[in-house]
């Protein structure tokens, strides 16, 4: 079945250093992929909405020029935190649909990526 | 998109058949209901999709009844491997559209 591969699993990093974040499709291409944030024992939230080509779209409360997205190709979105601090540190997870199909459409998640901002 | 609510948590024992029942009163026409399983640290798995009636595949079944306003993932035989998280997602299936997560059920199972 269809893929999300997202890199990497884990990372640690210093307070006000960046860490990028890839998430790949690996078998579709996806002109949209989405970006959640999991903090311990609570949901996924959207953080945003990665477009290819365009500028991506931000749920409201989180500031994009903190949370950088690049989807320069059809098949990889990237988040990079920027100037991380402690309380940034979470499991960060990427989704991608199809859009070869226009609609029933199975949304696939990457395994996450949890970060320590120490 | 429509609002979902499910139980905070379960507890079944292994081999018993598990019932989650979600409620999503305010589903819209175009909306599908969609059930993920996560386990820690890991990224959600879909399990199962449907838009009515009744729809199995290999690991559940679930029910939809016909006015839509809820849904019930029916979870045969279950082992301890099926303690995890669960969510009831109701919305759109295209492409571009983002899935929003409620806060799930998290089911315990033991022997």
């Known amino acids: 079945g269809a893929v999300v591969s997202q890199h990497p699993s884990w990372v640690i990093c210093k307070s006000g250093t960046s860490v990028k974040i890839e998430c790949r499709s690996l078998?579709?291409?996806?002109?949209?992929m989405f970006w959640y944030r999991q903090f311990p024992k609570q949901s996924l939230m959207l953080m945003a909405t990665?477009?290819?080509?365009?500028?991506?779209?931000?749920e409201q409360g989180v500031e994009k020029d903190k949370f950088l997205i690049n989807h320069a190709s059809l098949t990889l979105s990237t988040l990079t935190v920027t100037s991380a601090h402690p309380e940034d540190s979470s499991f960060y997870i990427c989704?991608?649909?199809?859009?070869?199909?226009?609609?029933?459409?199975?949304?696939?998640f990457g395994q996450g990526t949890r970060l320590t901002v120490v | 998109l429509a609002k979902t609510t499910q139980p905070i948590s379960m507890d079944s024992y292994e081999g018993q058949e598990v019932n989650i029942t979600c409620s999503h009163n305010?589903?819209?026409?175009?909306?599908?209901i969609t059930w993920y399983q996560q386990f820690p640290s890991q990224g959600p798995r879909f399990i199962i999709q449907?838009?009515?009636t009744k729809v199995t595949n290999e690991v559940a079944s679930l029910f939809i009844p016909a006015d839509r306003k809820s849904s019930t993932l029916s979870l045969p035989r279950v082992s301890l491997s099926d303690t995890a998280v669960y969510y009831c997602?109701?919305?759109?299936?295209?492409?571009?559209?983002?899935?929003?997560f409620g806060k799930g059920t998290t089911l315990s199972v033991s022997s």
């Open positions: 078998d579709f291409q996806a002109t949209t």
């Open positions: 449907g838009y009515k």
């Open positions: 305010n589903i819209a026409t175009n909306d599908y």
């Open positions: 997602l109701v919305g759109s299936n295209q492409a571009g559209t983002a899935l929003i």
């Open positions: 989704s991608a649909r199809d859009s070869g199909k226009d609609r029933n459409t199975e949304a696939f």
């Open positions: 990665s477009n290819e080509g365009s500028k991506a779209t931000y």
